[in-house]
């Protein structure tokens, strides 16, 4: 089994302009330049019969048919250059086709126009079904029908179609002839094609960012789309990859660039990685289930289709399917095309894809079997040769109602070069069986998930409890923040040493949460509840454990960048982590505002005598910040009664006392309440000096030092 995921060209610069026009021919009378006339093997002109221009009429013989032709060098005295990097080039003209009544009896499509160019060395570049005249059983056009104006796309860095060289030079163009088939017509040649307005445009393309990838494409059309234009001659990178989204605790994916992802606010997993997609995997099929006897025939001609029912509703790549358009050459397709070519059309089911032709024998049936809801679809050709007619090929496709598998069985065959597998809709995605492919055999496609790269998707809520998020960048506290727990979210299995709070836009480092003592340290509870958006509410707990953590802000400041930025400012971030298992997780963002330091009416400042000892404070203050490492300041309306406590012991040490406004506190009481008074006050945490013993009630007496095993001990 083959899979390919279609990627995007890398593209070069563009050299011209949007809507250039390169080459434009009225067609409706002779230009004769130094190496000949302009337009070539064509019957006549003839006048303008509706204001819009006169034409180059061409009589058509039976079968194929050539001309006019057009010799661009002879016109404007140099070959024409369709070949400029990051290009695509769009041509348009004027057809239409007369098939006398008479002589023209035709049982399909018919009388179409074909366009293909040669370069210097006549290598070729073809576009098939530019036009086709609708005709079913006879006379299907009035004497004069009405004009079709052809408006087609060419990208020359891909492959054309018949006649194509993979030597092809877009550059060095000297013929554009258009051509087709009219099988039925019959002398006198009474059938005609009417050519005119030969326009060719160059239209430069770029990297285009959509909501569902990167595309390269034009500007007007990635406007069009939705997108952000990149710049003419930019790309989608080499390669795409997935790009992962955390919204509202639901991880989603999209097939894009690195540019685009990081232009969207997602994390790139890089070049090469994929989405989870639907995928058609391969196994051993059932016995052949010959309908030749039973089935309902086909009236197919050559390089015809016909679209059927299906009998019931069919899952293909996650679409539901009621009908299905059976191909005489040899595949079955939901796609819109029912010319036959090219044998690779996306969106289909290939049985055994070549160039059949069921009018020079065999014969191609369709039946449903079975009853609801086990009913099966199968489509049967058998004996049809390939078109010359050589040979004689027998196979037929499986559609399972239940199951939504599909098996591609079959009998003898001659044919030697053939395609096998299934497509979806664009034909980014293929299952590609041809080597599997022998007569009597039987594959079985079943449809599945590719795995998903993204990682598991949390929500995240800083400072549960309270709105706005405001984070003050010189409090020298925390910034605490939960990783809310969910049905598909268990906090408990989290590695706590793998935690990093970061910014979403992928500016700055990541920080660390702060694992105290002293200060806060990370645990289990249950805190918070999820809110999505740049606002935020007021909720704490949701009867759902969540892992509470506490990032220093003296540490997220610089590590996040967030310094430069103005007050007022809104900065969203993520966490990110794996579990103990090592699968990695993300959160959605949630966002703080940038708030400046603590100021009047009621400052507070808070000290130690031993430096970065965490201090407790309560109740939040004006800019939502509590405790914090001394030393810090805090700022509370007037009359507002705060509560600080301080540890017992920091870095080996008893704590002694507090000092507010420089009065002593009750001994040994860690924690106090007062009442904020005017506009600035002192609060003192004091601990014992090294050497020093309180004795309640008495003056501080000195300890003498004795070392110990090595070590001084009091």
């Not at 009896?105 to 530019?130: H, I």
């Not at 860095?157 to 002839?177: C, H, K, L, M």
């Not at 939040?620 to 509370?636: E, T």
């Not at 600035?680 to 110990?708: D, H, R, S, T, W």
Request: net charge negative.
């Amino acid at each position: 089994m083959k899979v390919a995921i279609a990627s995007v060209a890398v593209l070069c610069m563009a050299v011209v302009a949007s809507g250039q026009v390169v080459y434009e021919l009225a067609m409706d009378q002779q230009i004769t330049g130094a190496g000949g006339d302009t337009i070539q093997n064509f019957n006549s002109f003839e006048p303008d019969p509706d204001g819009l221009g006169g034409f180059t009429r061409k009589l058509l013989t039976q079968g194929y048919y050539y001309g006019p032709d057009v010799y661009p060098e002879n016109h404007i005295g140099t070959v024409l250059d369709l070949g400029a990097p990051s290009t695509l080039y769009r041509i348009e003209f004027d057809v239409r086709v007369y098939n006398d009544p008479i002589f023209n009896t035709n049982p399909y499509g018919d009388a179409n126009c074909f366009v293909y160019f040669r370069d210097t060395s006549n290598y070729y570049y073809g576009l098939t079904m530019l036009y086709q005249t609708n005709c079913e059983w006879g006379p299907c056009d009035p004497q004069y029908p009405a004009w079709f104006h052809v408006d087609h796309v060419i990208d020359f860095t891909q492959p054309g179609e018949w006649p194509y060289n993979v030597e092809f030079d877009a550059s060095q163009i000297n013929r554009i002839r258009f051509r087709g088939t009219d099988w039925y017509t019959t002398l006198p040649e009474t059938d005609w094609k009417d050519v005119r307005n030969l326009v060719i445009t160059a239209i430069p393309v770029g990297g285009c960012c959509l909501p569902d990838g990167c595309a390269v494409t034009s500007e007007d059309d990635c406007i069009a789309g939705g997108g952000t234009y990149l710049g003419d001659g930019t790309d989608c990178g080499e390669a795409l990859g997935a790009c992962c989204f955390c919204e509202a605790g639901v991880s989603t994916c999209i097939d894009t660039s690195e540019a685009c992802c990081a232009l969207a606010g997602g994390s790139f997993q890089g070049m090469g990685t994929q989405c989870g997609y639907i995928l058609y995997s391969e196994g051993p099929g059932g016995a052949f289930e010959d309908i030749s006897e039973t089935g309902t025939p086909l009236a197919l001609g050559d390089d015809a289709g016909i679209v059927v029912p299906i009998g019931f509703t069919f899952n293909y790549y996650g679409s539901d399917k009621t009908e299905i358009g059976v191909i005489s050459n040899g595949y079955l397709t939901f796609g819109g095309n029912m010319g036959g070519w090219p044998l690779d059309e996306p969106n289909s089911i290939w049985v055994l894809a070549c160039d059949l032709d069921p009018t020079a024998g065999g014969m191609v049936q369709h039946q449903t079997l079975g009853a609801e809801p086990n009913r099966r679809f199968i489509v049967q050709w058998t004996g049809v040769p390939e078109w010359g007619p050589v040979g004689a090929n027998t196979a037929q496709a499986v559609l399972y109602e239940a199951t939504g598998c599909i098996e591609l069985r079959y009998g003898t065959f001659t044919a030697v070069s053939y395609l096998a597998g299934v497509a979806n809709e664009d034909g980014s995605v293929v299952t590609d069986v041809t080597a599997s492919v022998a007569p009597d055999a039987s594959i079985e496609l079943c449809a599945g998930m590719a795995a998903d790269p993204c990682p598991l998707c949390a929500a995240l809520d800083i400072k549960p409890g309270s709105c706005p998020n405001s984070f003050n960048r010189k409090s020298r506290g925390v910034l605490h923040a939960a990783v809310c727990g969910s049905d598909s979210f268990d906090p408990a299995m989290v590695d706590i040493a793998s935690l990093r709070l970061s910014r979403a836009d992928g500016i700055g480092g990541e920080v660390a949460p702060h694992e105290g003592p002293p200060g806060p340290h990370t645990f289990l509870y249950d805190a918070a509840t999820p809110y999505y958006g740049e606002s935020c509410h007021e909720l704490e707990g949701d009867s759902i454990i969540d892992l509470l953590m506490y990032f220093q802000s003296e540490v997220v400041t610089p590590v996040l960048e967030l310094g430069t930025l103005p007050p007022g400012a809104l900065v969203e971030l993520v966490v990110s982590g794996t579990l103990l298992d090592g699968t990695p997780f993300t959160t959605a963002g949630d966002w703080i505002r940038l708030v400046p330091p603590g100021t009047p009416p009621g400052l507070v400042a808070v000290s130690s005598t031993i430096p970065d000892v965490w201090i407790d404070a309560y109740p939040l203050d004006l800019q939502l910040d509590d405790g914090g490492f001394a030393d810090f300041q805090r700022s509370y309306p007037q009359t507002s009664v705060i509560t600080l406590t301080a540890p017992r012991m920091a870095e080996g040490v008893r704590f002694a006392r507090w000092e507010v406004d420089g009065e002593p506190q009750a001994r040994g009481q860690t924690t106090i309440d007062f009442e904020v008074v005017g506009e600035a006050m002192e609060a003192k945490a004091v601990f014992l000096n090294p050497g020093v013993q309180v004795i309640q009630g008495a003056p501080a007496q000195p300890i003498e030092m004795q070392p110990i095993g090595g070590m001084t001990q009091p």
